[in-house]
């Protein structure tokens, strides 16, 4: 039927969250500007060592890549035609001397003389000799070792080398596809021993010699025992022989690859790979270099070096470069940073560079990449730096932020004491004030015989008397709370019965509680469990309660007084018929100095103390006060306080429950 609220708070505490939040945003405030500042100077700081950092890095890798013109411009003089020599011996001697992977010679008019194209060399096709036309005409039909006979007269007969050594050649052949291999290589040794042989061309110009030392290597297969050696050596000198008869470049290419095949072991041919590389660059078109310095070519990671006139062109691989040019620019590099020659194109391919620095005029498109051994030394410094800056900065703003809040507390509970001061002066002061003025009246109307008759006189005398005793209330309330708020109410627990509280109740209680008839009624439980209390201030309590149902309660009266236990807990409570309270005054009401209806509170003698003394007193036995009301209706203020049993259970057995009683 009631309204409830139970534990209300004191409402005036939350008065000191404006003065806490003022006082943290005076610290929070400023401390984060502070680490801000800090952080951003720090950042600003780290910037400007990077700057001086890449300053001193960058110079050094500019003075790396001046260095690199000066190597360029001493490796293009080197690059002049040998004087004397043919563009064959040339080739050969350039290469010798290791100056590139492979070179393109030039005349004087930019035409290319080494090595020969395929077109230059070619051009000598001749007429057939109708000897070995007879010949062919045989083997043609399968009659090889006819056509052997036929090329063996040929080659007997005829004055002309070219002619001989073409018919020789073709009777091996024949006499190798009538099985008669030993024969074809006989031939083919002597052919190879003929001096006056050595120019005999076939009909595109190629030397028949060395392809018939080819062959007869090829002959002689693996059978390594019937001067294949000799053969395989012999040929070897003649390929490396550039100064000797005028070879094709491709014939020479060529028979060297063949060679390496059938002799893979011991063939010795320094040249082949330069005349692959400047045959394969050239296969892809015309050369271009561009003048004093280094340029791609068409083959991919091959570069071009031009020599000072023009004339030898190196053809450089980009692993010699970067080995080539490792001393040139790495001289003398800093302590903490590493050099690294990039060739076009490849620029972030090992990730993030320090720096980066374009590799000199010689070498247009490379660069000079910077890194730095053991990671970036700055950035582990500052890092270290800044955690340190962070670390005390963050201990000085808790120190100021903890200070703060203690400040804060101390502040507001001296506020807190001020008003109450202030608050009790003004109230004791004026409720003072009323039941002496009436003592005084009627005392002065005493005193000057100013009464009727005897009745009256007793009339008055009452009057002072129930006067003395709201003023007795009254002080012993200010003296509680007075006591209460110095924390120095000692309480002296005893064992009690709800019994003995009751009776020193009932001894104390004003008649005009439990008058007329019929106004007052208790109800007290038969198996009530016994307490651990102070007598005096418990009976405080429910006086207080009694006396303010009796205030807020208008005739006919109905106060009642219940007692029971339940759930190891007694509940003592006292109900009244009376005014009841909104939910937001059930809230207040335990408020020190709250008063629903101050004029009303007053007129009834009370000053706003009584229930903040109740609940002061109830908390100290470790028990709740509660009220349940409604407007109009009446109201029910319940004590709840643990029992003797159960404060002794919970000392034996903390986590244990109850059974109550
Ligand atoms: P007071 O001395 O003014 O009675 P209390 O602390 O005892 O002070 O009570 C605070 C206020 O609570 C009272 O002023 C009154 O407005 C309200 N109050 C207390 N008891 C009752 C009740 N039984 N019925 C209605 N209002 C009450």
Redesign the pocket.
């Known amino acids: 039927m009631f309204g409830r609220s139970t534990n209300p708070g004191t409402g005036r505490s939350g008065r000191v969250w404006p003065v806490l939040a003022a006082l943290l945003a005076t610290v929070i405030i400023p401390s984060a500007c502070m680490l801000w500042f800090m952080d951003a100077a720090m950042r600003n700081e780290a910037l400007a060592v990077r700057q001086r950092l890449v300053q001193a890095y960058g110079s050094e890798a500019a003075k790396a890549a001046k260095r690199l013109d000066p190597y360029w411009a001493a490796r293009t003089e080197k690059l002049i035609l040998p004087v004397g020599l043919s563009p064959p011996e040339a080739f050969q001697h350039l290469v010798r001397a290791g100056l590139a992977d492979g070179f393109i010679l030039r005349d004087q008019a930019g035409g290319v003389v080494y090595p020969v194209p395929p077109s230059v060399a070619a051009g000598r096709v001749g007429r057939v000799p109708a000897g070995l036309l007879a010949g062919a005409a045989l083997e043609q039909d399968g009659k090889a070792a006819q056509a052997a006979a036929v090329y063996a007269a040929v080659a007997a007969q005829t004055s002309q080398g070219d002619l001989a050594a073409q018919a020789a050649v073709a009777q091996a052949r024949c006499l190798a596809r009538a099985g008669r291999k030993d024969q074809a290589i006989e031939v083919l040794v002597a052919l190879m021993g003929a001096e006056q042989l050595a120019e005999a061309r076939d009909d595109e110009g190629r030397l028949i010699v060395p392809g018939a030392g080819l062959f007869a290597l090829q002959l002689m297969g693996d059978d390594r025992a019937g001067g294949f050696r000799a053969v395989a050596d012999r040929l070897a000198a003649w390929l490396n022989d550039y100064a000797g008869a005028a070879m094709g470049s491709s014939q020479r290419r060529f028979l060297m690859a063949a060679l390496r095949e059938v002799d893979p072991s011991a063939a010795v041919l320094p040249t082949l790979e330069a005349e692959d590389l400047a045959a394969e660059v050239l296969a892809r078109g015309p050369v271009e270099p561009a003048p004093m310095r280094l340029s791609p070519s068409a083959v991919a990671g091959v570069h071009l070096l031009a020599g000072a006139d023009g004339r030898v062109i190196a053809l450089l691989r980009q692993d010699r470069v970067l080995t080539d040019t490792r001393r040139a620019f790495d001289a003398e590099p800093l302590a903490g940073m590493r050099l690294t020659l990039t060739p076009p194109g490849a620029a972030g391919a090992r990730g993030e560079p320090f720096l980066m620095q374009p590799a000199g005029a010689a070498m247009p498109g490379w660069t000079l990449r910077v890194d730095l051994t053991g990671g970036d030394p700055f950035a582990s410094a500052s890092q270290r730096q800044r955690a340190v800056y962070i670390g005390t900065a963050t201990a000085g703003i808790v120190a100021v932020v903890l200070l703060a809040l203690s400040v804060t507390f101390y502040l507001g509970r001296q506020v807190r004491l001020t008003r109450l001061k202030n608050d009790l002066i003004a109230t004791v002061s004026h409720e003072l004030k009323t039941p002496l003025s009436s003592m005084r009246l009627l005392i002065d109307t005493l005193l000057e015989d100013r009464y009727r008759d005897i009745e009256q006189a007793r009339e008055y005398f009452a009057l002072i008397s129930k006067e003395n005793e709201r003023l007795t209330r009254l002080i012993d309330n200010f003296l509680n709370f007075s006591r209460m708020e110095r924390n120095r109410r000692a309480f002296v627990f005893a064992p009690l019965s709800v019994e003995e509280i009751l009776a020193a109740v009932m001894r104390a209680v004003p008649d005009r509680i439990t008058h007329p008839p019929g106004q007052f009624e208790l109800e007290v439980a038969d198996d009530c469990p016994p307490i651990s209390g102070d007598r005096d201030a418990l009976v405080t309590v429910v006086l ?1 309660l009694l006396d ?2 009796h ?2 309660s208008g005739d006919p009266r109905r106060i009642v007084l219940r007692a029971w236990g339940r759930n190891g807990r007694l509940h003592v409570s006292v109900s ?1 018929n ?4 909104s939910r937001r ?1 059930a809230r207040r ?1 335990f408020d020190r100095f ?4 101050r004029s ?2 007053r007129a ?1 003698g ?7 003394i109740v609940k002061f007193v109830v908390e100290a036995h470790g028990g709740t006060v509660t009220v349940a ?1 409604r407007v109009g209706e009446g ?1 029910t ?1 319940t004590m709840s306080l643990p029992t003797l049993n159960l404060l002794n259970h919970r000392r034996a057995a903390p986590q244990g429950g109850t059974d109550g009683c």
Do not use: T
């Open positions: 207080n303010n149902a205030k807020y009244d009376g005014i009841g309270l005054a009401v709250y008063q629903v209806d009303l509170s009834a009370g000053c706003g103390l009584g229930l903040s009301s109201s203020f």
